[in-house]
């Protein structure tokens, strides 16, 4: 990426009567000139538009030198926890933007989108055999979302069983902040059980809490701090027993491919994020998508529109199906279509022989980088981790030196920073996620530049805690961005006349 | 190696495992129980070269119509500039995560932040986060935030002018979090605003939901309704086609305290459905209500004006259940996209972009009547560029016409036995207009066995 700053607006380009462009007027026979005036002026917009005016060229200069102050996985190592950063192969992208799905209206029948409705079935089925679920939805849109659904798919099923006093969730102290967020979307109380030193959930506690007002426990397994929560099949029977149903949050999926499946573990209901596991495109905070999978004698609660087979035929059917049982409908169709695809197209490409190593590549390369590092940066958790684990800050914490620190000092050796101050679990949490398409050599260079900074810490402490010094921008102001929120244009030229 | 995204040699793996300590790639599992393992390989067919996936995708794909579209009903088939998917396909944006390093994300916020300004202006409100999914969602997340805002009042009047799909839901979304949902009926194709008076006099109402324009295409007309929303001490929460938003009256010059819908009119393929964008734009007084994340300007070490993730403290990753929504992501390369656009098209490009679509549709609207076929069903209500007709003839040849996309036509949405919505965007030609009406005048003409008069 550039290290010079590129820092204008749009709107700091603009010059009036400038445009980027246009669109052809035609002369309609019969018809005055313009329709808009006919219509009465109280329904039409007065206030000026605040867009700028710019010429093409501007506008692809524009977001052209924009692009070199971001990092993406294609710029550089990111190994950024829990968000599973592996590379986007392009040929996902080519397939996303053949004109005939990208043409295509969704509410157009069924006919005349068979291929359309195919891809969909075709990835809720391979979704199946990889999760060990009964049926897919691809509706939700992003990780969140499918927790959502997911809560709702739960509530629905105890609904249908007139099981009214199930309004809690019981989540562990290490999930992610989506967990608590969605139950209470999802109208449900959030109850936190403890993580025993080890990391895992302490099964005791979660007894404790069992009882007939529980709806569900959701787990991430392997769990926040990268370890498999072994006592999952007594937890499952224990979660049953009570009469709930037990979540699984598919954040971490990406080390289990090929060796274990949430279904045969005993979860109920999962949710899995494609722009993890399959490698779709984070595109800066979005779209991503978030299909939720059920075990079998659950499926008449998924949202609708579903996709249904009959005959060879494919059909997108939405309220006839599960009138009754259905949860509703979560999105406006069938979730984020192109992104579906990109997905199927990885799968495809994997086929059975990449989808039985991916999983235990990921994990190979977190422990490598983990059992590279642990003299200096402290292991906390001292067991085989899967595809991520988190150090608690350096060994030496004598030098003043900060986990946020060591990330900024990260950038200027051209890597993303890990995940920092996740899980809430130790005060320092560094968490690093390498995934599986990362060479040995690229793994090497970051330890060797954990290791310098280590020793930079110690030796010029100074320089790690003002870093960073290469990057196009330094430390931000955050304190002042919240104290006085700046968050237009239009408000930031009125604070400036003021 | 088993798949070209993988690096690792064998003798890569070998000495990685001899450094991690252990004697197998399977020993990194120890801790799996044997009874949780996968029994053998995944039932799924063996990998696939490049070639076969693009053949495999392009098949598929041609099992698609591609039509020309006269539909719409909430998704719209407007030009999107070639620019757009050159910078929107830049990797360096793509291939991003949510900006969490500003120093290295500075593309990204930036980007988002004249996102936010463009879509503040355009809803005529003062603050907008930085997207949503889609429509659907942004405007059910628009009903949770004023829910909490009005903290003791949970019943949300929502008009049967909306958008069917966004009243599944926001129904969805209410039911499971406790709010009531209590529908405006409609009248004549626009709002009973009579009926709605009365409904908010029965007390307990967070917020109404309005449509502009309104599922049928109608631009109803909201005169004092603002007024009398805001005096039973409820919000005002308004929806609209982004793309519209360059000609009609906004929500903020409405008086509506809440903006919630799609913005994939702004440069976004139809693409089967997403991925699409939402947008959520608030007065400046609910800005800490709002959910999802947002952008601001501030200064770095350097003095230099950046910009930042801000306003955390509303988000899951710090509040988890006491969070003002669940969201975690937003929608961030469909921001782009709609950056792009309307940095491309300017006030007037987006204003015109209105006025042809317009003009186009009360064009076909005009000569669809002159066939004698059908007939406006809403003749004295104001439309943009959508609208409902009738079907005045058999219904033998209203489905012919109606379900017929033989001529290459998508040629509307059905929305009654009889009944046909209509949509004309700027990119259809007046020869595809002329070809539409010469399409319903060969079923006019052609003969129909058993006609029911």
């Avoid at chain 1, 499918?146 to 809690?168: C, F, P, Q, W």
């Avoid at chain 1, 007894?207 to 099949?233: C, K």
């Avoid at chain 1, 560094?430 to 040995?440: C, V, Y």
């Avoid at chain 2, 679509?357 to 059908?374: D, V």
């Amino acid at each position: 990426m550039n290290r010079k700053y590129y820092g204008q607006l749009i709107f700091e380009l603009s010059r009036k009567g400038r445009r980027g462009s246009y669109v052809k007027r035609e002369d309609l026979p019969g018809m005055p000139a313009d329709a808009l005036s006919a219509i009465p002026s109280q329904l039409l917009r007065k206030e000026p538009l605040g867009l700028p005016e710019v010429d093409e060229p501007t506008v692809v200069r524009h977001y052209t030198n924009m692009s070199t102050n971001n990092f993406g996985v294609d710029t550089g190592f990111y190994p950024l926890g829990s968000c599973t950063m592996k590379y986007n192969p392009k040929i996902n992208e080519e397939v996303a933007s053949m004109p005939g799905f990208r043409n295509i209206h969704p509410l157009q029948d069924d006919f005349s989108v068979q291929g359309c409705l195919r891809a969909y079935y075709t990835l809720q089925k391979l979704l199946c055999e990889i999760g060990g679920m009964a049926e897919f939805t691809l509706n939700p849109y992003a990780g969140a979302h499918g927790e959502l659904t997911g809560l709702m798919v739960i509530r629905a099923y105890h609904d249908s069983r007139n099981d009214k006093k199930r309004n809690v969730v019981i989540v562990p102290d290490s999930a992610h902040g989506t967990n608590p967020a969605s139950a209470a979307v999802a109208g449900l109380k959030v109850v936190e059980v403890k993580s025993l030193p080890d990391g895992t959930v302490d099964v005791d506690a979660l007894a404790a809490l069992l009882d007939d007002t529980v709806a569900a426990v959701m787990m991430t397994n392997p769990n926040t701090v990268g370890l498999f929560e072994h006592n999952i099949p007594r937890i499952a029977k224990m979660v049953h027993d009570a009469g709930a149903l037990l979540y699984y949050d598919g954040a971490n999926l990406n080390p289990m491919l090929g060796v274990a499946r949430p279904g045969d573990m005993g979860f109920d209901v999962m949710h899995i994020n494609l722009h993890k596991t399959f490698s779709t495109p984070h595109g800066g905070g979005g779209p991503g998508a978030g299909p939720v999978g059920v075990r079998a004698g659950l499926e008449e609660f998924l949202p609708n529109p579903r996709v249904i087979k009959s005959d060879d035929m494919l059909f997108c059917e939405f309220e006839t199906v599960n009138e009754t049982t259905s949860l509703g409908r979560v999105s406006s169709w069938l979730g984020n279509f192109c992104v579906e695809l990109r997905a199927l197209a990885y799968i495809l490409t994997l086929g059975r022989e990449g989808l039985m190593m991916a999983g235990k590549l990921a994990t190979l390369n977190a422990n490598y980088v983990k059992e590279s590092l642990r003299d200096l940066y402290k292991l906390p958790i001292d067991r085989v981790c899967k595809h991520e684990f988190v150090f608690d800050g350096l060994v030496d914490k004598s030098t003043g030196v900060t986990t946020l620190d060591v990330a900024k000092r990260l950038l200027d050796h051209g890597y993303h920073a890990p995940t920092i101050y996740f899980p809430l679990l130790f005060h320092e949490s560094l968490m690093i996620e390498p995934t599986e398409t990362e060479s040995r050599e690229t793994l090497d260079g970051f330890i060797a530049v954990m290791r310098d900074i280590a020793r930079e810490a110690v030796e010029n402490p100074e320089t790690v805690r003002n870093a960073p010094h290469d990057t196009p921008v330094r430390r931000p102001d955050d304190t002042a961005a919240a104290l006085k929120p700046v968050v237009t244009y239009q408000q930031m030229i009125a604070d400036d006349e003021k | 190696m088993s798949s070209q995204y993988f690096p690792h040699t064998p003798e890569d793996i070998a000495a990685m495992l001899e450094r991690c300590g252990v004697g197998s790639l399977d020993d990194l599992y120890a801790d799996v129980p044997a009874s949780l393992r996968l029994k053998g390989d995944y039932d799924i067919l063996p990998r696939m070269s490049e070639d076969e996936v693009r053949k495999f995708f392009k098949a598929l794909a041609g099992e698609n119509s591609q039509l020309t579209c006269f539909a719409g009903g909430g998704f719209y088939d407007h030009y999107a500039p070639a620019v757009i998917d050159y910078i929107t396909s830049r990797s360096e944006f793509l291939t991003a995560y949510t900006p969490y390093q500003p120093e290295i994300s500075q593309g990204t916020l930036q980007y988002i932040f004249e996102y936010q300004s463009m879509m503040a202006s355009l809803t005529g409100l003062e603050v907008s986060n930085a997207s949503m999914y889609d429509g659907t969602t942004a405007l059910a997340e628009a009903m949770l935030m004023a829910v909490a805002h009005a903290k003791k009042r949970n019943r949300v009047l929502v008009s049967k002018t909306l958008n069917p799909i966004y009243r599944k839901v926001l129904y969805t979304y209410a039911r499971y979090h406790g709010v009531i949902v209590d529908n405006i009926p409609e009248k004549d194709g626009v709002t009973d605003l009579v009926k709605m008076e009365k409904m908010l006099a029965d007390g307990g109402v967070a917020a109404v939901i309005l449509p502009t324009p309104n599922y049928f295409g109608i631009l109803e007309d909201y005169t004092g309704v603002a007024d009398t929303v805001h005096a039973a001490k409820a919000l005002l929460i308004m929806t609209a086609p982004a793309s519209a938003l360059g000609a009609i009256k906004s929500p903020g010059e409405w008086g509506a305290d809440i903006a919630a819908g799609e913005a994939q009119s702004l440069g976004m393929p139809l693409g089967f459905g997403g991925p699409y964008l939402g947008y959520l734009c608030c007065t400046k007084a609910l800005m800490r209500k709002l959910p999802g994340r947002i952008v601001g300007a501030t200064t770095d070490a350097s003095g230099q004006r950046v910009f930042v993730l801000t306003l955390q403290a509303r988000e899951q990753h710090i509040r988890r259940d006491k969070a003002t929504s669940n969201i975690c992501s937003n929608q961030g390369l469909m921001a782009l996209y709609a950056a792009v656009y309307l940095s491309l098209t300017g006030p007037d490009g987006l204003r015109e972009v209105n006025e042809i679509s317009c003009e186009k549709a009360h064009y076909l609207a005009k000569r669809l009547e002159e066939t004698g076929a059908m007939e406006l069903k809403y003749p004295d209500k104001p439309f943009l560029n959508e609208f409902v007709m009738k079907w005045k003839l058999d219904t033998e040849r209203f489905d012919n016409y109606a379900l017929d996309n033989l001529g290459g036509i998508f040629p509307g949405l059905i929305l009654d036995d009889n009944e046909i919505m209509i949509c004309v965007t700027e990119r259809r030609s007046l020869d595809e207009l002329d070809a539409y009406i010469e399409r319903v005048r060969e079923i006019i003409d052609a003969p129909v066995a058993n006609v029911e008069i």
